[in-house]
Structures are given as C-alpha cells and as structure tokens.
C-alpha cells in the first residue's frame, strides 16, 4: 500500500507538466491598412494555446473596445458568436474610414483554469494602423488595468526587429514580472518545437518594466505581461489567485530581397 502510493507520487512529479501558456487572441486580417480593399476589418477573438493553434471557450467578452487616441468606441454588440472546432470564439467586420491608429481591446470574463488552480484574465489588444497615420502608437490606454505600451513602432515591424515593451499595471511600470511569448503559425497550422518547453518563449521585465525579444521568423507574435491581481475569486467555496496578462498581437514582417532597381 505504502509503496505503491509512493509509485503514484512518483508518477504524478515525472508526469510533463503541459507547456500550454493561454493567450487572448486578437487577430485582424491586416495589420495595417493602405489600400481602400483591406478597409473592411475583419477582428477574430479566442482564447487559445496559439503555437499548438487549440484551445479553449472564450464566453462574451466584458468589453471590446476600440480607440482612437483617447476616444473608446464599444463594439461588444457587433461581435459575433463563431466556432472553431469544437470552441467558441469571436468575430466582428469594423470598417475604417479615416486615416489614424485603431486600438483594438478586449476585457474577457475572468476563466477558471483548474490546472493551475486560477483564472485567467488577459486584456488582449492589438493595433490597426490605417492610411499612412500611426499617432499614439506609444501612449498607455486610460484605464486600462494591465498592457503592454510598445517602444518601438508597432506597426511595420520586421522579424528580426527587437521588440521593446514596457508591462504596465494599475498605469505601473510592472517591473520583474514574466512576460510569456509565442508565435501563432496562422489558421489550420500548429508549429513544431524542438521541446514541449520552448513552445513560450520567456523573459523577465527588468527594474523599469521593459522587456525586449526578437522573433525569429514573420507572423503573428503574441506577449503576454502576466502578473498576479491584488484580489482573488471565489471557485467553489475558495478564493483563489487571478492571474493578470496584459497581451499584445504583433504582426512581424518578412523582410525582402532587393529588386533589380534604377542605378541612377
Ligand atoms: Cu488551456
């Protein structure tokens, strides 16, 4: 009896801790909008694993809000229910009209994550720079409980660029906090890691709350400043920890060969 309970401890400490870090999801079909064709948005809202592409239910969000400078728009009432697979997710069709940066945020309802004995609340946001105008590309949200403000331009990045980012929370630089990092292969694709361990890629805000990382390749990239809320919630009878992430979406640009151009 003794020993094979001792087995089962055994078992249950070499047992592979799965690698899955959740991610809210805001994936615009452009990032950015030149062309009067891309003009029509189309947002898609998940809360998945996105380099294994599953993932979970993401019920209606709190709020989903768009910016433009401090100006919020709600678009809660025009997301639609979808499915993936056997999840629920969402999308919404925003046109833009005028020229200037478009700040895409949503605030899920708090999941309980019984793996981790928490729930989860990622404010997810990612930007549409469209006709030439990025103004405010490096201004915190008012009110915003948790994010990451870019310090380098989140439009027109280049994989290989490094990505600097301050965390933010409660309008504090979140100083020594993880930030959780991984890339999104696109619809119907799953990347493949040397290791289950890789599939985050992690690193530490320093004293001022910055971060950097280089993407190795182009595509969506997904950072997550998590930090734990000064509160808890109630799960069956106990309160339990809140885990924060403020996530941002970038678009990381392949850069190309030069063409045969006019010497003169
Ligand atoms: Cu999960």
Redesign the pocket.
Known sequence: MKKSFFLLAVLVILAPVPA?A?FGMLIPSVPTVMDSKDSTVTMDAKFW?PFENN??DLVKPKSFQVYQGDQAADLLPSLKETKLGDHTTWRLSYKIERPGLYKFVMEPEPYW?PAEDCFIVHYTKVYVDAFGDDDGWNEPTPGLKTEIVPLIKPGGLYAGNTFVGRVLLDGQSAKNSEVEIEWYPGPGKAGQAPYESMVPQTVMTDEQGLFFYTPPTEGWWGFAGLNTADYKLPQEGQQKDVELGAVLWLYFHKFRDATAGSAE
Do not use: D, Y
């Open positions: 899955w959740h694993h993932g979970m994550e």
